[in-house]
Each structure stands twice: as C-alpha cells, then as structure tokens.
C-alpha cells in the first residue's frame, strides 16, 4: 500500500466522458490498496477562454484579478471528478489551492509555493476518501488567489507529493511517457523506459514540453520520485525520472533532442572592443526583464568587436527598440536581427564521457546544408541556433546521427 499522487492534464478532463474515464483510473488504482491525491488541470481550451476573456476587458488585466478568473478552470474540474468518484462508489472530495492550503508568494500568475498544508489531506486519506486537489492555484499569505504560470498543474502535484512524502507522483497527459524527441516531428522517436533527472532539466528548459520546468526543478529538490504516463491508453509504465545514474549501464551519449521556436537573434555590430561593452548591451536589457539564452562575442578586430545574442521571439521587437535607442550611447555601427531563427539541442549525461560529440553534430548538419549561427554548450547539452525554417530536417537528421531510433543496448 502505497500514497499516490496522480496528476491529469486538460485533454485527460477535456470532456465528461473523459472526466468519468479518469475516475475510472482512480477507482482503480484505490481498489488496489493504494492511498490517492489526484491534482487536475482545467479542461483544455479552458485556461486559453479565460485569458481571452481577460485580454478583452482590460489591455493589461490587474495581476491579482487575472488569477481570480484563471483559477476557475480547475475549480470546475475537482468538482465534476469529485461528482464522477462519488457515482461510482468512491468516496472523495475537492479542494481549491486556498482550502487546502497551497501558499505561494505574491508574483501573481508566475507565483511559487512556499509551504503546504498537508493536515487536511491527510484526515480524508485516513478516512478512507480520495483527495482531489485543484492545480495550478495557490494563495498567497495575504489570502489572495495566485497562480503558478501556465502549465503550473504538474508543479502543484509534485509539491504536494513533496508535502505528503508520497511513494510516486504520476503524471498523466495525452502522451504515454518522455520521447527521444516530438513523435510529430519524427515518427522513429521512442518513448524512454527512463530518463535521467539531470536530461529531464535539460530538456524541459530547451523546449521539450512534457513537464513544466518547475516541477523538475521541484522533483529534483525533493526527490519525488516522478514519472510521465499515458491517460488515454491502458497499461504501460510509461517514463520513470531516475536519480541515480546506473553506472553499469553502457550511457547513450545522446538520450534526447529538444526544439525551440521561441528564438529571436540580436545582433550589435562595430562596437568599441573595451571593457565594459558587455555590460554596457546587455545590463540594459537585463534591466528591462527580457532573458537572455546564448550569447557570442567576437573576437575584437582594429578596435572594434561584433556581439550577438538571443531572446524569447516576444521580446524581440522590444529588444531591437531598446537598442536602437543605446546605438550612439554604446557607440554601435548597426543594431539588427533576425526572428525567424530556432535553437535545435541534442542532450544526454554520456556526453561526460564522450569527446567528439559536438563535431559529429556539426558534420549531420553540414551535411544536409544546415547553416549554424549560433552554438552554446553545457556538461551534458549542445544547442545550436539555426534557420526556423530547418527545424525539423535539423531534429531528424540528429535523432537518426546519434542512433535513437534504435533500442538502447542494455
Ligand atoms: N490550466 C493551466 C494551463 O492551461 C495549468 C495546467 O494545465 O497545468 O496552463
Ligand atoms: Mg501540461
């Protein structure tokens, strides 16, 4: 007997006959002795209503506001599983994020947990009920409703399986478990029996949309032991987040290839090559909340240096502004750009103990004629930026260089 949480996804409630299949699960996994927190999404589309509805009445609608009306969408769904359970002869009950209570900070609709209060939810488990717990919603010290940035549902289930100390948070979603890369874009990827946390970061934060990065994050923490499976398919263990590397398995150098449309490149041409200029371009927009991902800086030649970095495509405009503004301040030649770029990553832990990696990369892509703009490394990552227009050539042609299609040799 084990206490489970289990997280369900907007497609997994997208309808009643979905929400009635979902307590099926439940029931089920209840009838096997197992003690169960179930954390729902809103509806899909619902979440998206919600912002449009708030976009059409005010421009920029007020923060705290905003999270009264987005939290309503999961308040919908703990009510109908609760309903759904209850006909079935399940015993259960819902919480919103303030019932229970989940408190956050007070960064409305990007807002973090602090601490949970687990004292309810553990009287209804010892009581022999299912607890079903709204996602994505907390609350703040002052008692405000907060929310925890889109597809914050996975960051609550597994920070309350962090509070209750659970056996296993399982996330259920439309997919049965975390691919070599988007099964969309190349049919070959396979799903991993498991991945390791370390990848899991990486991946999440390069694009791969499966787990919010929060939760990974979360996990990673707490040491809640995670794994991704399928809600609309029967059986399968889906994909396990391990934390310990298994030192007697041959490492694939390459577990996994992340994309990522949300690019936009800068570029600051003919600047004084002195210090400081660094500084100079990018405090700026640092100081304007606008991210920065990779980032080159020439080699200066007589005097003067080229610099270029990305952005998230949204703030591109933002971003050319801002600069065009500094051009004369930063004594710049020319301030230009280019938003239809993507940031193609191969990621595995086997890089540690691989040379090479980076140039077979490069030598896949040249060969199919994909120029590289940009490159950034870590430990156990490669991303490159190229043309938005090659981003799925560039993700096949990785995915068959390194071997994922094929089984991994155990
Ligand atoms: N309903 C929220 C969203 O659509 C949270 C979630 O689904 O995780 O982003
Ligand atoms: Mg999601």
Redesign the pocket.
């Known amino acids: 007997m084990a206490l489970i949480v289990q997280k369900y996804?907007?497609t997994s409630v997208g309808s009643v006959e979905r929400i009635k299949n979902v307590a099926k699960r439940v029931a089920k996994t209840r009838a096997e002795g197992h003690d169960v927190v179930v954390v729902v999404?809103?509806m899909s589309g619902e979440?998206n209503r919600l912002v449009a509805l708030a976009n059409e009445m005010q421009a920029f609608p007020d923060p705290r506001e905003l999270d009264v009306v987005l939290s309503t969408?999961?308040q919908v769904t703990i009510g109908l599983l609760a309903m759904a359970l209850k006909d079935i002869g399940v015993d259960a009950k819902s919480y919103t994020g303030w019932q229970v209570a989940v408190q956050t900070d007070t960064a409305h609709s990007k807002a973090r947990i602090e601490q949970i209060d687990d004292s309810k939810m553990r009287a209804d488990l010892q009581a022999g009920r299912v607890v079903i717990v709204a996602?994505?919603q907390g609350v703040t010290a002052d008692g405000d409703i907060s929310t925890l940035g889109?597809?914050?549902?996975?960051t609550s289930a597994v920070a309350l399986a962090a509070a209750l100390k659970a056996d296993e948070c399982q996330i259920y979603t439309d997919v049965d478990g975390v691919y070599t890369t988007d099964p969309r874009v190349v049919p070959e990827a396979r799903r991993m029996d498991t991945v390791s946390f370390d990848e899991m970061l990486e991946l999440a934060s390069l694009g791969s949309k499966v787990l919010?990065i929060r939760s990974v994050e979360f996990a990673g923490k707490y040491k809640v032991r995670l794994r991704v499976l399928s809600s609309l398919q029967e059986g399968g263990d889906g994909t396990l987040i391990t934390f310990e590397e298994d030192e007697n398995m041959e490492q694939a150098i390459v577990s996994g290839i992340a994309f990522d449309k949300n690019q936009a490149r800068i570029n600051v041409r003919g600047v004084p090559d002195k210090p400081g200029i660094a500084y100079q371009i990018l405090g700026a927009v640092a100081d304007a909340n606008i991210d920065v991902d990779m980032i080159i800086q020439n080699v200066g030649n007589e005097g003067t240096t080229d610099f270029s970095f990305t952005v998230p495509r949204g703030d591109y405009q933002p971003t050319l502004d801002l600069l065009g503004k500094l051009k004369n301040t930063i004594g710049a030649d020319e301030v230009s750009g280019d938003d239809s770029v993507c940031k193609v990553s191969i990621v595995g832990v086997g890089m540690r103990s691989h040379v090479g990696v980076a140039s077979r990369m490069f030598r896949a892509l040249a060969a199919d004629n994909i120029n590289i703009q940009m490159i950034s490394t870590s430990e156990i990552k490669i991303s490159v930026l190229i043309d938005e227009k090659y981003m799925e050539l560039a993700t096949r042609v990785l995915h068959k260089e390194f071997e994922l299609d094929k089984e991994k040799e155990a």
């Open positions: 996804g907007g999404s809103a979440t969408g999961e996602g994505f889109r597809g914050g549902s996975d919010q």
